[in-house]
């Protein structure tokens, strides 16, 4: 009985120690801040992860997912992005081109916070999504994980975080178009596990 009562204690401070957010209301406009992971690069239009979690949410999704951007070009897209459709919501998804050109992980971790930062001073709630860290061993062995730098960020800025999405569809060959890009398949399975940590946040009902 004592056991049993310690695993519940244990599960009620697991459970309230999710922050929830307010709902993002169907119809909404959200706005996908990213590179060629959520522009669908590796699958066929209309696959992309951004478009099937809009068809699952209700959500007015726009993808801003451009091939080849790092964090530094969503920085300087940004201002335009939220001027333009004002979104309840923004996802962050950049860094893995930062990763793969080896830049700084200073000048990285500099721009997302300054990305965060602006959604916040204008009232935009924000969302980071992690990205694999860069390991041609990691990813042979299919045993990707997050880059460190998002969980820090995440702590220093008071930011939600979607975790681990990326890095365990890229560590399954059977989920992949190549070696940084999912296949159809590894979309729909990006954007049913996105479905769910932002349901787990209260953002998705």
């Not at 929830?20 to 909404?28: M, T």
């Not at 990305?115 to 990205?131: S, Y």
């Amino acid at each position: 009985m004592k056991n049993f009562i310690y695993l519940l204690l244990i599960f009620i401070l697991v459970s309230c120690s999710i922050e929830k957010y307010p709902a993002i209301p169907k119809g909404a406009t959200v706005v996908i801040l990213g590179d060629s992971l959520s522009y669908g690069t590796g699958a066929s239009e209309g696959e992309d992860y951004p478009n099937l979690l809009a068809k699952t949410t209700g959500w007015q999704i726009i993808n801003a997912g451009i091939p080849g951007n790092t964090s530094a070009d969503g920085l300087e897209r940004l201002p335009r992005l939220l001027t333009a459709h004002r979104p309840k919501l923004l996802v962050v998804a950049l860094g893995g081109n930062d990763f793969l050109q080896r830049l700084p992980s200073s000048e990285t971790t500099a721009n997302l916070k300054a990305i965060l930062e602006q959604a916040k001073t204008q009232g935009i709630t924000a969302v980071l999504v992690a990205v694999p860290e860069l390991s041609p061993l990691k990813a042979a062995v299919g045993s990707l994980s997050d880059h460190p730098l998002y969980k820090k960020i995440a702590e220093e800025t008071a930011t939600p975080l979607v975790k681990n999405v990326f890095s365990e569809v890229l560590s399954d060959n059977s989920l992949k178009a190549d070696q940084v890009h999912p296949n159809a398949s590894g979309y729909g399975v990006v954007s049913g596990q996105m479905f769910e940590a932002l349901k787990k946040l209260g953002f998705a009902g």
